[in-house]
């Protein structure tokens, strides 16, 4: 059985940072991909970031220069570092991780940024 479990979510102030986790369990085959969504209250998902088996990464524009995706191969783990966060930023983030058979998708943390 795969199970993906995020950490790292929670409520900060605008300027914060957090640290989104997403842990990879099972048997998984060849990981090409892995990276963040999230969505909005009646907005759809969209994509955050994204890393390669090869680190080749890949950002949204609104968080380009604010995010960092980085990935642990031995751990199966992704790491999104989230700094100068925005109150438009709130949403509910997922992890997703795409071998070369299937998808997966955690079940999403929540991040709020308010003061």
């Known amino acids: 059985q795969v199970q993906l479990v995020e950490s790292g979510g929670g409520l900060v102030q605008p300027g914060g940072s957090l640290r989104l986790s997403c842990a990879a369990s099972?048997?998984?085959?060849?990981?090409?991909?892995m990276g963040w969504a999230r969505q909005a209250p009646g907005k759809q998902r969209e994509l955050v970031a994204g890393?390669?088996?090869?680190?080749?990464?890949n950002y949204a524009d609104s968080v380009k220069g604010r995010f960092t995706i980085s990935r642990d191969n031995a751990k199966n783990t992704v790491y999104l570092q989230m700094n100068s966060l925005k109150p438009e930023d709130t949403a509910v983030y997922y992890c997703?991780?795409?071998?070369?058979?299937?998808?997966?998708w955690g079940q999403g943390t929540q991040v709020t940024v308010s003061s």
């Open positions: 997703n991780v795409v071998s070369s058979q299937n998808a997966y």
């Open positions: 099972g048997t998984i085959f060849s990981i090409n991909y």
């Open positions: 890393i390669t088996s090869g680190t080749i990464t």
